[in-house]
């Protein structure tokens, strides 16, 4: 009689979540990327003789597959982008651990209305608009996404990854009471 191996659970170590975790932030930027450039999976394997295959590109957007550093310099390059921005942006935290910065900000409305200034009377109409399509009025706090948060570092002139310091500058940036 042949015994047959039984498979054990894969072992994850925090290495490998953390690996994980990462290739899911650079997927995301290379999707994003793609989507400015208006190109669809298929297109840009037509587009590039069929150098990135549309399951493989979905796959490392997806997080699914982690993409080597030539490869993504060839992206880069066909994306016609600097390398580095096909990779997820770093925040430093007070202690020097490297963590990821957030693309989603939450923003108090209720201090929001109280900011006299063009700019904010743009940034408020804008937040209105978001809350109509989302069909969201609890009137006091909105989370924008990464699509916002470019939109709003225009309308108040700073850069993108200048957004979230300068809304806690203000004082709008929603800050969760602690817990007691």
């Not at 290495?15 to 997927?27: L, M």
């Not at 880069?76 to 202690?95: G, M, S, W």
């Not at 900000?105 to 209305?113: F, S, T």
């Amino acid at each position: 009689m042949v015994k047959k191996a039984r498979r054990s659970a894969p072992i994850i170590d925090e290495d490998d979540a953390v690996s994980a975790e990462y290739n899911v932030r650079v997927g995301e930027r290379l999707r994003a990327i793609r989507r400015q450039k208006k190109l669809s999976l298929q297109e840009v394997e037509a587009v590039s003789h069929e150098e990135f295959k549309a399951s493989v590109l979905g796959a490392y957007e997806r997080g699914e597959r982690s993409i080597s550093l030539p490869r993504l310099r060839r992206l880069a390059d066909f994306y016609d982008v600097p390398i580095e921005q096909l990779l997820p942006k770093e925040a430093q935290l007070d202690d020097g651990r490297s963590v990821a910065a957030s693309t989603k900000l939450a923003i108090d409305l209720v201090k929001l209305a109280t900011i006299d200034g063009s700019g904010f009377a743009t940034l408020s109409r804008y937040l209105s608009m978001i809350q109509v399509q989302r069909g969201d009025f609890n009137g006091k706090v909105l989370t924008v996404r990464a699509d916002d948060v470019r939109a709003i570092a225009v309308m108040l002139d700073v850069a993108i990854d200048d957004v979230r310091a300068h809304l806690e500058e203000i004082g709008v940036l929603f800050q969760a009471s602690p817990r007691t």
